[in-house]
């Protein structure tokens, strides 16, 4: 069993979702980068996607958008990202790269899932590759031992489900509303029925994504959701942050928040 | 033969719904093209293909749309032969004149097509990204006949070097949202209308602006940009009983290339040559030739060439040409290049702007700065080819727009007062 796998059934033995963090690599510098990771897993985080800044984020909002726009200026690049995700693997949290899919292609498939597993990385979620365009990081994938991560959506059909969720490893992740990434107000109310859908079609854990910002929120989606994962709440407490010092407290308080909502879910 | 029979209803019929080899299923042209795009807009893509797929060869969707670009668009256009500049050149040059259709552009043929299919699919929403603002007037007027409602995305850079075509959007009743992220281009709008469509995909068709993109749209953008080389084809064999030596192009992300290439693919002595946005030299890094100085990697849902640095971020793109001003190229032409059927060559903004000013003086006819690159490589490669045939080669420029909304640009350029 992979240890992402591992801590994903520790949490379901717990009888709660496990807590899912992001942050851009490189933001708000490298070694800030990792400092900011550290924070989260202190605050609770079971595990941590590290976002490889690139240039074309068409499925991300304003919030990352501005972080890894600060990363990219300052010339971060996927040897970078891999020095990150050593520095967080380090603590022992199963790990994951989120990137679109052509800075992967460009450094080479096979090339990066092998430095990916030197570096204690778990294996990727990349957004923008469906299975159809994927057979070769899912022979990369496989060559190193790296979990792979694809995602469903509201507007899946069941063939698709059940094709995606066919090549997934470690965990599906479900994007619960049409749009790009940014908190919103509210859960979408479908979420619950696209987890629903996705678990008639595997055995493989499924974790939702998209819009999740604060302790109800992760309570409600861990009410039904083997994960829950949460990204720009976390950019935004970094952005906003006057300085480094108050970022980490601001990150480490909202992991803290949302550790608690996922162990009152299901209560 | 007299326009009538060249081109009765079943001529233009058979331009939509041609017969000749498609992709894969899935879009691939070899290695080439696919769909590189978040799981969200899967349904969309699969919507719109077998919309497409079905309207194609539907003759009720083939008459409205022909009965638009006639009675409409000002089709089919002009082959107006340059007598000056092929005396300039040394080679009989023929413009295909897309520059008279209505809106001032190629961009007219495309959209009438997709905003026919968008209201087959019952959606009310388009949206639309821009660069030198043609197609985004194109869209927005689409829209206004349509009764649509048209969000048009566009790079804040290109709000400003295309301020008239801003207005006119305004004025047809779209919404222009000049976009401030990443390089302010083309690119970048087109990274904004991807965010929206994921968004509001239940009731929005994207009307995507070149043969680029995931698939459908390179085979859709192609198949109704197609119309050009198909027409221009059976104006050139009624005019001198023959085909073409070369066919000439503007290359940006290439739907006018494509439109015009497309037809002359059988035609084995046919030369086909896409001239691409060489700004200040593809030695200076300084450009948006993205086969000839890019390299293969995946931008906007396909695979295809595009500028980028090692790490495969795509590298900003530089043209004196909006509508060339982009980092990547249809999946299509890409194939073409590998497959060497068609050649694809820089063209400088140098060479491009000198193309502007003669075509001006010799032919009373001011072209869009991204056509006036298709001039200019007729001009260079007329010699070479003059050589090799032994007699004056017969080449066909396609004309793809209208200069009117360039006059800022070449003024400045010629340091004319305005």
Redesign the interface.
């Known amino acids: 069993m992979s240890k992402l796998s591992a801590v994903l059934a520790a949490a379901k033995a717990e009888n709660r979702a496990a807590l899912i963090g992001y942050l851009p690599a490189g933001f708000p510098t490298v070694e800030g980068s990792i400092a900011a990771c550290k924070a989260m897993i202190d605050g609770g985080v079971d595990i941590v996607e590290i976002g490889l800044p690139y240039s074309d984020p068409q499925m991300d909002g304003p919030v990352i958008q501005q972080a890894v726009q600060v990363a990219l200026d300052a010339g971060v690049n996927t040897l970078d990202v891999l020095r990150v995700v050593e520095g967080v693997a380090a603590t022992g949290a199963p790990t994951l790269v989120m990137s679109y899919w052509n800075p992967i292609e460009r450094f080479g498939a096979d090339r990066f899932a092998k430095q990916l597993a030197a570096a204690g990385g778990a294996g990727t979620i990349l957004p923008d590759l469906i299975p159809e365009e994927a057979d070769d990081w899912i022979a990369a994938a496989d060559a190193h031992a790296l979990d792979r991560v694809f995602l469903v959506a509201q507007t899946s059909t069941p063939e698709r489900i059940t094709l995606t969720t066919g090549v997934c490893r470690g965990f599906v992740y479900a994007a619960s509303l049409m749009g790009v990434t940014g908190t919103r107000d509210a859960v979408s109310g479908n979420a619950k029925g696209l987890v629903e859908r996705t678990k008639a079609a595997t055995d493989v854990p499924v974790c939702v994504g998209l819009g999740v910002s604060n302790g109800v929120q992760a309570a409600e989606v861990a009410g039904f959701a083997d994960g829950v994962i949460v990204g720009s709440a976390f950019v935004r407490r970094l952005l906003e942050a006057p300085d480094e010092a108050s970022g980490l407290a601001a990150v480490r308080e909202l992991a803290r928040e949302l550790a608690a909502g996922v162990r009152s879910g299901r209560r | 033969m007299t326009d009538a029979t060249v081109f009765s209803d079943a001529f233009f019929a058979a331009s939509y719904a041609h017969p000749s080899a498609q992709p894969d299923p899935?879009g691939h042209y070899g290695r080439l093209g696919?769909?590189?795009?978040?799981?969200?807009?899967?349904?969309?893509l699969a919507e719109l293909t077998e919309a497409y797929q079905k309207s194609k060869n539907d003759p009720e969707f083939q008459a409205e749309l022909t009965h638009w670009l006639r009675t409409y668009a000002n089709r089919p256009s002009l082959l107006t032969e340059a007598k000056r500049l092929s005396a300039h050149a040394g080679a009989r040059i023929l413009l295909k004149r897309e520059d008279l259709n209505h809106t001032g552009s190629h961009k007219i043929n495309n959209v009438l097509g997709q905003a026919l299919l968008t209201r087959r699919m019952g959606k009310k929403r388009v949206i639309a990204e821009t660069g030198a603002g043609q197609h985004g007037v194109a869209s927005a007027t689409a829209a206004a006949i349509f009764d649509l409602e048209c969000v048009v995305y566009m790079g804040e850079e290109d709000t400003e070097r295309q301020a008239l075509n801003v207005a006119r959007m305004r004025m047809l009743g779209a919404e222009v949202v000049p976009v401030a992220?990443?390089s302010r281009t083309l690119?970048?709008a087109i990274?904004e209308a991807?965010?929206d469509w994921?968004?509001?995909?239940?009731h929005t068709n994207y009307l995507f602006g070149t043969a680029a993109g995931p698939h459908p749209f390179p085979s859709i953008v192609r198949d109704f940009a197609r119309i050009i080389g198909v027409e221009a084809r059976a104006q050139l064999l009624d005019l001198t009983g023959g085909l073409p030596d070369a066919v000439a192009a503007c290359v940006g992300g290439g739907s006018n290339a494509i439109g015009l290439f497309h037809a002359f693919v059988p035609d084995e002595s046919v030369r086909l040559y896409g001239f691409e946005a060489g700004g200040s030299g593809v030695e200076s890094g300084l450009h948006a030739a993205s086969i000839t100085g890019g390299a293969v990697?995946?931008?906007?849902?396909a695979r295809t060439y595009?500028l980028?640095d090692?790490?495969?971020?795509?590298l900003p793109s530089h043209s004196i040409s909006a509508g060339l001003d982009y980092p990547g190229v249809g999946p299509e032409h890409a194939w073409l290049h590998d497959t060497g059927r068609a050649v694809y060559e820089p063209v400088t903004d140098a060479e491009a702007m000198d193309a502007f000013q003669l075509l001006c003086r010799t032919e009373g006819i001011i072209p869009a700065i991204e056509s006036a690159h298709a001039v200019a490589g007729a001009l260079r490669i007329a010699p070479a080819l003059r050589e090799e045939l032994g007699r004056e080669p017969v080449i066909i420029v396609n004309l793809s727009g209208r200069g009117d909304k360039d006059m800022h640009t070449a003024a400045a350029y010629f340091g004319m007062e305005v």
Request: no cysteine.
């Open positions: 899935a696919g769909r590189f795009m978040p799981e969200a807009l899967m349904a969309a992220t990443g690119k970048d990274n991807i965010r994921v968004t509001n995909v239940e990697g995946v931008l906007h849902g595009i980028q090692e790490y495969g971020q795509t």
